[in-house]
């Protein structure tokens, strides 16, 4: 059983569309988190949501935008893409907030054309 | 501010060798640190940790020792396969509400035979 997964794993999209990315554990972790790596594997927090609630906003453009139906699904939905959004985006859960222990998915690699 | 800064690389081996990476932190209050590995295609895996001063994480012939006085936490292994070609990490957290891992820019080890 994957512990942490997201869909899908590749996307290719042309500038100006609106994509979403699919994110759900079953760890029955509290805190879900997206990152993105860069070009050159640079990792950085973009969210953070504890029980459906936001608690880490980073300083990300307001065309991502996250959504947590529920503690196990964390979902990011990016509109009018840009060629700069192109990157690795990686799905994570820790136990509670603060936990010392990450859990990540396997990464959705986004191409922007 | 809070940041992680580890080695640039790539480092690169012959299979046996001796590895260290190095890495160094800054941070306000008692981090926990850890190393995360990133085999090629894949999402980061934790390779071991360390929540307190002195504590020592081991995993897969890995370690590195918590020191508090040199904030750093160097990765070693005694004698590298080719298996262990990937991407390292290290990180750290406060283990406080509202934060994530910072990670450092990673440094890519490869192994040859």
């Known amino acids: 059983d994957t512990a942490v997964s997201q869909t899908p794993k590749y996307l290719v999209t042309q500038m100006g569309n609106d994509k979403s990315i699919k994110c759900e554990q079953n760890l029955g972790h509290d805190t879900m988190y997206w990152y993105k790596q860069d070009s050159k594997k640079f990792l950085k927090i973009m969210f953070s949501y504890n029980n459906k609630e936001l608690i880490i906003n980073e300083t990300v453009p307001n065309r991502f935008s996250p959504k947590s139906p529920d503690k196990a699904h964390l979902n990011l939905h990016i509109n009018s893409l840009e060629l700069g959004d192109s990157a690795v985006y990686f799905c994570?859960?820790?136990?509670?907030?603060?936990?010392?222990?990450?859990?990540f998915g396997q990464g959705t690699r986004l191409t922007v054309v | 501010g809070n940041s992680v800064t580890q080695m640039e690389g790539p480092v690169t081996l012959s299979e046996e060798a001796f590895l260290t990476i190095n890495c160094t932190y800054t941070?306000?209050?008692?981090?926990?640190l850890f190393w995360y590995v990133q085999y090629p295609g894949e999402g980061l895996q934790l390779l071991l940790k360390?929540?307190?001063?002195?504590d020592k994480g081991s995993n897969k012939g890995f370690e590195a020792t918590y020191r508090k006085e040199t904030t750093s936490f160097h990765l070693e292994k005694g004698s590298v396969q080719v298996s262990d070609s990937a991407v390292y990490f290290c990180?750290?957290?406060?283990?406080?509400?509202?934060?994530?891992?910072?990670f450092g820019k990673g440094t890519t080890l490869s192994v040859s035979s």
């Open positions: 360390a929540t307190k001063a002195d």
């Open positions: 994570a859960s820790s136990r509670s907030v603060g936990d010392t222990e990450a859990f």
């Open positions: 941070a306000t209050g008692y981090p926990s």
């Open positions: 990180a750290l957290t406060l283990n406080q509400a509202g934060t994530a891992l910072i």
